[in-house]
Nanobody
């Protein structure tokens, strides 16, 4: 059974940092782009970032560029999202998922076509507040 489990969320003050982890079981990350998404209070789920399997491509949505860094460790079947300079508007439940149609994450569509993603985890709550 495939399972993605997100962890690392919590309460942090504005300007603080968190590192989220996405651990996969029953699934090999090799060959698939992996994405991070979030759903803020009263908002629709939005794309945050994705990372490719092999060509090194990474894509970030504009609102997190320069603050968030995505990385992956295929040996540990884990994808990370380092979040720095957090803002209250980053408050959301964060999810990870696998893009079963792409291995690369080199353009807008690789991240924003959410219907291409599968094996959504339960999410981890991030709250940015003073």
């Amino acid at each position: 059974q495939v399972q993605f489990v997100e962890s690392g969320g919590g309460l942090v003050q504005p300007g603080g940092s968190l590192r989220l982890s996405c651990a996969a079981s029953g699934f090999t990350l090799d060959g698939y782009a992996i994405g991070w998404f979030r759903r803020g209070p009263g908002k629709e789920r939005e794309a945050v970032s994705c990372i490719s399997s092999g060509d090194g491509s990474i894509y970030y949505t504009d609102s997190v560029k320069g603050r968030f860094t995505i990385s992956r460790d295929n040996a540990k079947t884990t994808v990370y999202l380092q979040m720095n300079s957090l803002k209250p508007e980053d408050t959301a439940i964060y999810y990870c998922a696998a893009n079963l149609m792409r291995s690369s994450c080199s353009d807008y569509y690789a991240l924003h076509r959410q219907y291409e993603y599968n094996y959504w985890g339960q999410g981890t709550q991030v709250t940015v507040s003073s």
